[in-house]
């Protein structure tokens, strides 16, 4: 069964450092999503991506952060200079459309990233 | 602003009895509701979806409820199984929009 995956699992990182968070799609979705959880907290929507673009973001996706699609089959995320407050799972999800013909998101399984 | 409410962080039910998980929701332009269940360490998994124009869609042990006047969704599941200990979180979206998600409710089947 296709599903999203997402790499690494963990990653710590220095408060101020860069980080990169990978994501591999299903390979015939068309739309791309950041979701972030943090710990005891909703799953919150970061980012969603289209046709090479960013379609929405939310108030927490500032200039600090960063998606791209540098190739067919990665979607990353980047966030620029760590905060603390950056501690979270995140989830990257795909979907084949949105809208009218909404389909469900699948999720990868999550990158734990903890800012120290 | 909580567009999507689940209050009830917690609930408890024994196997075989029903589970039922409730959600409201603030946003009358969403027309498209999903469940999704958490395991620990994983990403949340669809479950099952209502669209606006329908008031019931039923998957096996799994149904959801939606009544648009009060903006509530329940999610039933019936009867319950140890595997279905877990988060669901409730979630909605609008035309063309990105999916909400509310807190979850961790629900526990006790022997």
């Known amino acids: 069964e296709p599903e999203v995956t997402q790499t690494p699992s963990h990653q710590v990182t220095q408060m101020g450092q860069e980080v990169i968070l990978r994501c591999v799609p299903i390979?015939?979705?068309?739309?791309f999503y950041w979701y972030r959880q943090i710990l005891g907290q909703k799953v919150e929507f970061l980012v969603s991506?289209?046709?090479?673009?960013?379609?929405?973001k939310s108030e927490i996706f500032d200039d600090q952060f960063s998606v791209e699609r540098p190739d067919g089959s990665n979607f990353t995320l980047k966030i620029r200079s760590t905060k603390l407050e950056d501690s979270a799972m995140y989830f990257c999800?795909?979907?084949?459309?949105?809208?009218?013909?909404?389909?469900?998101?699948?999720f990868g399984q999550g990158t734990r990233l903890t800012v120290v | 602003d909580q567009q999507v409410k689940q209050n009830s962080p917690s609930l408890s039910v024994q196997e075989g009895r029903i589970s039922i998980l409730n959600c409201d929701y603030t946003?009358?332009?969403?027309?498209?509701f999903l469940w999704y269940k958490k395991y620990p360490a994983e990403g949340p998994t669809f479950l099952i979806s209502i669209s606006s124009i329908k008031d019931k869609n039923e998957d096996g042990r799994f149904t959801v409820f939606l009544n648009k006047s009060a903006k509530h969704l329940s999610l039933h599941i019936v009867p319950s199984q140890p595997g279905d200990s877990a988060v669901y979180f409730c979630?909605?979206?609008?035309?063309?929009?990105?999916?909400?998600f509310g807190k979850g409710t961790r629900l526990h089947i006790l022997p």
């Open positions: 999800a795909s979907s084949e459309a949105a809208g009218r013909m909404n389909t469900e998101a699948f």
């Open positions: 979630a909605a979206s609008a035309w063309n929009d990105k999916i909400i």
């Open positions: 390979s015939n979705h068309l739309y």
């Open positions: 991506f289209y046709n090479n673009e960013i379609s929405e």
């Open positions: 946003n009358s332009m969403f027309d498209y």
